[in-house]
């Protein structure tokens, strides 16, 4: 009998504590950071409360889904965008592993 699981996991580390959490892909960061504990948020993923769910993205960022059009317009009306912003509830977890840094807690 075969031990081979088709259950595929990933993992998102969140710094700055450097905490490893497993994560399901193909649920938005936002999702999986929710579901840490790490993360909250207030407009259930519809992009208006993204001073709270923009978060960096250190390692991992091209496993992610593509940064929409959307969500680059959101992101120029935040201070302190760089590079390697994101939305938590628009960048949808791959299956390489993520590290990302939180600039809001819950
Ligand atoms: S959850 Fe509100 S902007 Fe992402």
Redo the contacts with the bound molecule.
């Keep these: 009998m075969s031990e081979a699981s088709t259950t595929t996991t990933t993992t998102v580390t969140v710094m700055p504590s450097g905490q490893t959490y497993e994560a399901t892909p193909g649920i938005t960061l936002?999702e999986a950071l929710r579901r840490a504990g790490v993360l909250n948020?207030?407009?259930?993923?519809?992009?208006?409360?993204?001073d709270?769910?923009h978060l960096f993205v250190l390692e991992g960022r091209k496993s992610l889904s593509k940064t929409t059009r959307e969500e680059n317009e959101?992101l120029d009306a935040i201070v302190g965008v760089g590079s390697k912003s994101r939305?938590?509830?628009?960048a949808v977890l791959g299956e390489e592993p993520v590290t990302v840094e939180l600039l809001t807690f819950v």
């Design positions: 936002l948020h207030e407009c259930d993923g519809g992009a208006k409360c993204t709270l769910c959101r939305l938590a509830c628009r």
